[in-house]
């Protein structure tokens, strides 16, 4: 059983900073990927970053790059959200995601359907 934990969520006002943290326990793999993903009110789940665990590589949103950054800790199986100049419309629950066998594709990880385990979420609130 895989356990996809998010934390450090809360209030932001614009143009500041938070961090949030995804810790994957129970059953690891040694290529997964994990995945950050926003959902605001009667919207859909919309990709922010996503990271392939092994090889480190990183994609990002148009929406976030230069701004946002995503990192990971190996000894704690735990991957890192770091939010700069963020802005009030970027207020959501954000989840994260852990794909078991990611494709070779890059690519592949903005689409939320790939994922196998998500987090409870954490809520993020910008304001102006």
């Known amino acids: 059983q895989v356990q996809v934990v998010e934390s450090g969520g809360g209030l932001a006002q614009a143009g500041g900073s938070l961090t949030l943290s995804c810790a994957v326990s129970?059953?690891?793999?040694?290529?997964?990927?994990l995945g950050w993903f926003r959902q605001a009110p009667g919207k859909e789940r919309e990709f922010v970053a996503a990271?392939?665990?092994?090889?480190?590589?990183?994609d990002y949103a148009d929406s976030v790059k230069g701004r946002f950054t995503i990192s990971r800790d190996n000894a704690k199986n735990t991957v890192f959200l770091q939010m700069n100049s963020l802005q009030p419309e970027e207020t959501a629950v954000y989840y994260c995601?852990?794909?078991?066998?990611?494709?070779?594709?890059?690519?592949?990880?903005?689409?939320?359907?790939?994922?196998?385990?998500w987090g409870q979420g954490t809520q993020v609130t910008v304001s102006s």
């Open positions: 129970g059953r690891t793999f040694s290529n997964y990927a």
């Open positions: 990271i392939r665990w092994s090889a480190g590589n990183t």
């Open positions: 995601g852990a794909d078991a066998q990611p494709s070779s594709k890059l690519s592949a990880l903005r689409s939320p359907a790939v994922y196998d385990y």
